[in-house]
């Protein structure tokens, strides 16, 4: 009884909750509070796909559900990136007739690593795919390991596993699991010293030796072994290599693939994504069609124009200083002048005002390459701090704390405008600079 009621009212919920943009956790964590077992309850008859890990997992999951959705299945996911208990609970009940069951034939879900645990309690996934494992808002997560712990209670013995054979510390989860790995081999764009601050992977997993790396694709991804030990990147059932990075052309075993988005780390994501797909019964050449067909969310990724200018804007996680190295790694590719504004904000939703993470970021890979550096947010001052601690030239430093008064600092700048931000304050800043 306590089931249909929670189904009940948590369906009501989702539908007034679209009207005023609180429909993607209310509705599950108001049906939790009325039926707490209620993810247990769903009689699910489709294949599960589950898709973690520090960065990435959004787009990622997303990817997954448009292959399977051009190839033609039935798909439910949430879409939004609502990862924790209650936005999965609304994907679900959102997606169940009245009786319970959810009838698509393929769950993807994007679920937060720390959340896991509590997640995958009463029902499991068939697939986990993860993406990566970096240090991520530590205040709220801790290291790497204490991840790597919550993750292993997560993953039930019947769970297949898809790892990153690129990432030493991802791919050793659950070693008693079934698995397969995807990887991307060394290309023009991977490099022989680490650029980043950010390596967290620096130590073999297996005899802590000192671990060599062959090459970079970014922070600790790339090609691996240690001396002492032969310990070494797994060997890869789904190999990507970039024929043309420029045009976003690569192949994933000998079935070419396209994207718009041109980076390392989203060819690797696309990789991820396929193999997960192929694992769950999609033909490979028909997943690799399917993923060129993808296209970047624009909260994510955008190009538009302010009066004469190009502008951009690159989703970059606060606290996540991988997240931070990728974007400037955008910056980096494109060419011509460019002016970079970043918005740093107190931590979200605790509002704590920690900015150590600025210091894991590798700024100094921007010195000399762009015009100028505008810090906005709460905490802009915080990061001309940590600019002038990187030697950079303050002159070129703009600091405008107020986002109400950014767009005439930015237009005090030249070139293309490329801002760097976090998902809930990228709307505010481009609405303020396309004024």
Same mark, same amino acid.
């Given at each position: 009884m306590k089931f249909k009621l929670a189904l009940l009212v948590g369906k009501i919920l989702y539908f007034f909750g679209k009207f005023v943009g609180k429909s993607s956790n209310l509705p599950g964590d108001?049906?939790?509070?009325?039926?707490?077992?209620?993810?247990?309850?769903?009689?699910?008859?489709?294949?599960?796909?589950?898709?973690?890990?520090?960065?990435?997992?959004?787009?990622?999951?997303?990817?997954?559900?448009?292959?399977?959705?051009?190839?033609?299945?039935?798909?439910?996911?949430?879409?939004?990136?609502?990862?924790?208990?209650?936005?999965?609970?609304?994907?679900?009940?959102?997606?169940?007739?009245?009786?319970? !069951?959810? %009838?698509?034939?393929?769950?993807? @879900?994007?679920? &937060?690593?720390?959340?896991?645990?509590? +997640?995958?309690?009463?029902?499991?996934?068939?697939?986990?795919l993860v993406t990566n494992l970096f240090r991520d808002q530590l205040t709220r997560n801790g290291n790497v390991d204490v991840i790597i712990d919550k993750l292993h209670e997560a993953i039930g013995p019947e769970v297949k596993l898809v790892l990153n054979a690129n990432d030493p510390i991802s791919?050793?989860?659950?070693?008693?699991?079934?698995?397969?790995?995807?990887?991307?081999?060394?290309?023009?764009?991977?490099?022989?010293?680490?650029?980043?601050?950010?390596?967290?992977?620096? !130590?073999? %997993?297996?005899?802590?030796?000192? @671990?060599?790396? &062959?090459?970079?694709?970014?922070?600790? +991804?790339g090609g691996y072994h240690c001396d002492a030990c032969g310990y070494e990147n797994p060997q890869m059932k789904y190999v990507s290599r970039i024929e043309n990075l420029s045009e976003g052309a690569f192949v994933i075993d000998d079935h070419p693939v396209k994207t718009g988005y041109n980076s390392l780390f989203n060819i690797?994501?696309?990789?991820?994504?396929v193999a997960v797909c192929c694992e769950a019964g999609i033909p490979e050449e028909e997943a690799c069609k399917a993923v060129s067909s993808f296209q970047v969310s624009k909260e994510r990724y955008d190009e538009f124009q302010v009066g004469e200018r190009k502008a951009v804007m690159i989703l970059s996680k606060n606290q996540n200083p991988v997240s931070f190295?990728?974007?400037?790694?955008?910056?980096?590719?494109?060419?011509?002048?460019?002016?970079?504004?970043?918005?740093?904000?107190?931590?979200?939703?605790?509002?704590?005002?920690?900015?150590?993470?600025?210091?894991?970021?590798?700024?100094?890979?921007?010195?000399?390459?762009?015009?100028?550096?505008?810090c906005t947010g709460p905490r802009a001052y915080d990061l001309a701090v940590r600019l002038n601690m990187a030697d950079f030239d303050m002159q070129k430093v703009k600091v405008q704390p107020f986002r109400s008064r950014l767009k005439a600092t930015v237009d005090e700048t030249k070139g293309t405008i490329c801002v760097l931000t976090e998902l809930y304050d990228a709307k505010g800043i481009l609405e303020v600079i396309s004024r």
């Open positions: 108001i049906a939790l509070k009325i039926c707490p077992d209620m993810l247990g309850r769903f009689q699910i008859k489709g294949k599960i796909i589950a898709v973690t890990g520090s960065n990435g997992k959004t787009t990622t999951a997303n990817m997954v559900a448009h292959v399977l959705q051009q190839c033609g299945h039935t798909v439910t996911n949430n879409a939004k990136g609502s990862n924790m208990t209650g936005g999965v609970a609304t994907t679900l009940l959102n997606a169940a007739d009245f009786s319970g !069951v959810v %009838p698509q034939e393929y769950v993807v @879900l994007e679920v &937060d690593e720390r959340f896991s645990r509590i +997640i995958f309690k009463s029902f499991s996934p068939h697939y986990m791919s050793r989860l659950a070693l008693q699991n079934e698995r397969v790995y995807y990887g991307l081999c060394e290309s023009e764009a991977s490099t022989k010293e680490c650029q980043s601050i950010t390596h967290d992977a620096k !130590v073999c %997993p297996v005899c802590f030796h000192r @671990l060599r790396y &062959d090459y970079f694709h970014y922070n600790h +991804i690797l994501n696309m990789t991820a994504c190295d990728q974007s400037i790694s955008q910056v980096l590719s494109m060419e011509g002048e460019k002016t970079v504004v970043i918005y740093v904000n107190n931590i979200n939703h605790t509002g704590h005002r920690d900015t150590t993470w600025l210091y894991d970021i590798a700024f100094e890979r921007l010195k000399g390459k762009i015009e100028n550096l505008v």
